[in-house]
């Protein structure tokens, strides 16, 4: 069925369910998204974060001594992204075994039309990445989560920098300056389905 289709014509798909009905819901879509990127990249692990991975992400910071490095804390990001109205988030690790190669997380826009990345980080440590680009993972598994949820766009909002912003160009991407300047700018990727 098309997703297009699913969304227009069965809005109300959801309204007769429970919450823990459509949380689990949600749950199984990122399952099916771990399992596709587990056998895409089977000398990786892809799941959810936990919280001692973003205890090790953390750690990163102390290690990486650049302005294109963000502020905020995976342990905060966490919480924020586990709370209970937080069921359709993304929701991404990749490991080398214990060690965390990357994270990213984000959630649909309400319309469930675009996929929105807020906040991704590779590990400083080149040898966990076994020559993969952490980009690379996780804008392909944001493009199936889109898919899965029924959207046509996947938007990595507000880059830290323009080289960094080029760089997500360089995955197939386009920046995006909008007018209304409390939504920052973002790089955006429409999905063919």
């Known amino acids: 069925m098309s997703h297009w289709l699913f969304r227009n014509c069965y809005p109300d798909v959801f309204s007769e369910l429970s919450f823990k009905e459509v949380a689990s819901y949600y749950g199984e879509l990122r399952q099916a998204l771990y399992e596709e990127l587990n056998e895409i990249y089977p000398w990786f692990k892809c799941g959810r974060i936990s919280h001692s991975d973003a205890i090790q992400a953390d750690q990163w910071r102390h290690l990486v001594k650049s302005p294109a490095r963000a502020e905020w804390r995976w342990v905060d ?21 214990s060690n965390v190669v990357g994270l990213a997380y984000g959630e649909p826009t309400v319309s469930k039309s675009t996929l929105k990345i807020d906040i991704i980080e590779a590990t400083p440590y080149q040898e966990y990445k076994k020559g993969i680009k952490t980009f690379e993972v996780v804008s392909r598994a944001a493009q199936y989560y889109a898919i899965l949820l029924g959207a046509d766009e996947v938007r990595i909002m507000n880059p830290l ?20 300047k409390h939504i920052g700018v973002y790089c955006s990727m429409k999905i063919e389905v």
């Open 77 to 97: 990001a966490y919480s924020f992204y586990n709370r209970k109205n937080a069921f359709k988030r993304f929701d991404l690790c990749i490991k080398n075994g």
């Open 161 to 180: 920098s323009k080289e960094l912003a080029n760089y997500y160009c360089s995955f197939g991407y386009e920046y995006v300056e909008p007018r209304a």
